[in-house]
């Protein structure tokens, strides 16, 4: 088993998500909001985060994997789709870690072309430095050094999401 280091506390996730929850809040005052998690890292924060948000909210998942290709056309795959229409909807994109923004540049583009009246895009976790896709993140949690973390939704080999904090597999 790999040593882990914890980089974020759990009463330092739940503090930021409440904080981005207030945010979301406030610019969509009276409306409805649809929060799109991306599966399966997402599921955590998305949920915590609807859970603080005072406005209707509606949760739609999908599931997209990258695979080694130069493109962004290629080499991305849409395993789950929406079930339900964003059009003219307020829609944020939950995402649990951007780093070269490959993915999520597909994803706002395959969701535009659904029509949806605002789309925004929030995680948790973003490390700037790995960015090679220009992608514009409305919410950001933490700013985090370039290593590979784990936990609150994050994964190595499908294990470590159910912890509630967030670590880096030591060095």
Known sequence: MEELKVLI????I???????AKKIEKDYEGKEITLICILK???????DLAKKINNNVKIEFIQVSSYGASTVSKGIELKLDL???IENKDVIIVEDII???RTLSYL????????????KLCTLLDKPERRVYDVKVDYVGFEIP?????GYGLDYDEIYRNLPYIAYIGE
Do not use: A, M
């Open 108 to 119: 706002i583009e395959h969701l535009k072309d659904r029509n949806p009246k605002s789309l």
């Open 83 to 85: 079930k339900e229409s």
């Open 14 to 20: 739940q503090k930021k998500v409440e904080e981005i």
């Open 9 to 12: 506390e759990e009463e330092r």
């Open 99 to 101: 780093d070269t923004g």
């Open 146 to 150: 370039d290593k590979f973390v784990v």
């Open 41 to 47: 890292g997402s599921t955590f924060f998305t949920v």
